[in-house]
């Protein structure tokens, strides 16, 4: 079955450090993939996507992920966390033409001063 | 803001009753999606319509249905509810149906509350 798979439920990082979020994919046929952010009481944010083309690509609020289809996997990161960043993180991949998202579990982000 | 409104915001019902989600898509959104999100389960799609029209169905119970309106703004309803169903409800809305390109643009939920 396709899936999506998020390493860690939580991270918590200090503020100026390197945020990393990882998000696997199951599939041999490579999808289109989404990063998406919901803040306390709010809606899902689209980050970022990969469709096509260039593999790293670049969302808001510096964050960018790099699609390595060796890897199966499309990891979000961010060079200097900052106090805003805390929110749930959410990886998505669409497979079929339209149609559903597939999320992952989440990972909640947290920003120590 | 993502352009996309649901009401109610909160709702707090009992167990057996019934309720309507209310989802107005962004300007030109033609695609209008229905997600749950609960602790256990994640977020899961439940259903896709397109123009009027169901296109995509997930894991919607038959105790769901949902429509869309020539307006194009779409109603989820939820009937003989279970203490299971408390959850967060979002709606999105694309541009298309076919291009997995689309980007989805979420609302801010209804929160559904079963006591």
């Known amino acids: 079955a396709q899936s999506v798979t998020q390493l860690g439920s939580h991270v918590s990082v200090s503020e100026g450090a390197l945020v990393l979020l990882r998000c696997n994919y199951s599939?041999?046929?490579?999808?289109?993939l989404f990063w998406y952010v919901q803040y306390p009481n709010q809606g899902l944010q689209l980050l970022l996507k990969?469709?096509?083309?260039?593999?790293l690509v670049k969302g808001i609020n510096g964050f960018e992920a790099e699609f390595k289809k060796s890897e199966t996997s499309f990891h979000l990161t961010k060079p200097s966390a900052h106090m805003s960043d805390a929110a749930e993180y959410f990886c998505?991949?669409?497979?079929?033409?339209?149609?559903?998202?597939?999320f992952g579990q989440g990972t909640e982000l947290s920003v120590k001063p | 803001d993502s352009g996309v409104t649901q009401t109610p915001k909160h709702l707090i019902t009992a167990t057996g009753q019934r309720v309507t989600l209310r989802c107005s898509p962004r300007s030109g959104d033609l695609s209008v999606y229905w997600y749950q999100q609960s602790l256990d389960q994640g977020l899961q799609f439940l259903i896709q319509y397109y123009n009027g029209e169901e296109r995509a169905k997930g894991n919607i119970l038959e105790r769901f249905s949902a429509q869309q309106f020539p307006d194009l703004h779409s109603e989820l309803n939820l009937s003989s509810l279970e203490l299971g169903d408390s959850a967060l409800y979002f709606c999105?809305?694309?541009?298309?149906?076919?291009?997995?390109?689309?980007?989805?643009?979420f609302g801010p939920g209804t929160r559904l509350t079963v006591l």
């Open positions: 998505a991949v669409r497979y079929n033409q339209g149609g559903k998202l597939i």
């Open positions: 990969y469709t096509t083309g260039a593999t």
């Open positions: 999105a809305s694309s541009v298309g149906a076919t291009s997995r390109a689309d980007t989805q643009y």
């Open positions: 599939s041999s046929v490579p999808p289109y």
